[in-house]
Each structure stands twice: as C-alpha cells, then as structure tokens.
C-alpha cells in the first residue's frame, strides 16, 4: 500500500490548511484512516482518526479546529486545518489502517508562523 501525501506548506496564525493522503496499491477493506503529527524533540501523537464507518476521534488540541474527512472510494482521507497556531507546526503523516495492513505516509511538513 502506498500513501502519497500532497499538501502542507507555511501559513500565517490563524490560516487555514488543508491537507489530503491518497492510498492506492493491493489492500483490503480499510478500517480506518488517520492524522498524526510530531513537532522537533516530541514524540509522534495523534491528530484525528476516523474509521470506515465514519466515526471520528480527535485530540483536544485540535478540536473545533480541525476537521477530518475520508473519501472511501478514492481510498483519501483529508483534514482541514484552521486557526492554526505555531504550536501546530510539525511533520503530519497520514496512516490508513486495514484488516491485513497498516501503512504510513512519507509526512509533509506544516509550518505555522506567528
């Protein structure tokens, strides 16, 4: 399974982004889709999830700004990013999780200014 990750980028505090992750190769039914991010000298932490079902789970630093969506069809899963804050700065991967596979992003950087 690979995952391509366009997207990222620099934006001001308060922007906006978006970013979106296409999975394609041999997989079988996913069961979800995934964001996580790690800033320089923390750990890799989870952003927001949401299962093929729909079902969404967030971490409270982005609730309320974040949104996450998927596209089962196309096998992409998105996630709108707004009033961004510096704090949001880091490399954020995407990860699609099936029955047989768990694959990760190559990540894409987002950078916040203040």
């Known amino acids: 399974v690979q995952l391509v990750e366009p997207g990222g980028g620099l934006v001001q505090a308060g922007g906006s982004l978006r970013l979106s992750c296409a999975a394609s190769?041999?997989?079988?039914?996913?069961?979800?889709m995934g964001w996580y991010r790690q800033a320089p000298g923390k750990q890799r932490e989870l952003v927001a999830t949401?299962?093929?079902?729909?079902?969404?789970e967030y971490a409270d630093s982005v609730k309320g700004r974040f949104t996450i969506s998927s596209d089962n069809a196309k096998s992409t899963v998105y996630l709108q990013m707004n009033s961004l804050k510096p704090e949001d700065t880091a490399v954020y991967y995407c990860r699609v999780m099936g029955y047989a596979f768990d694959s990760w992003g190559q990540g894409t950087q987002v950078t916040v200014s203040s």
């Open positions: 190769g041999s997989m079988n039914s996913i069961k979800a």
């Open positions: 949401i299962t093929s079902g729909g079902s969404t």
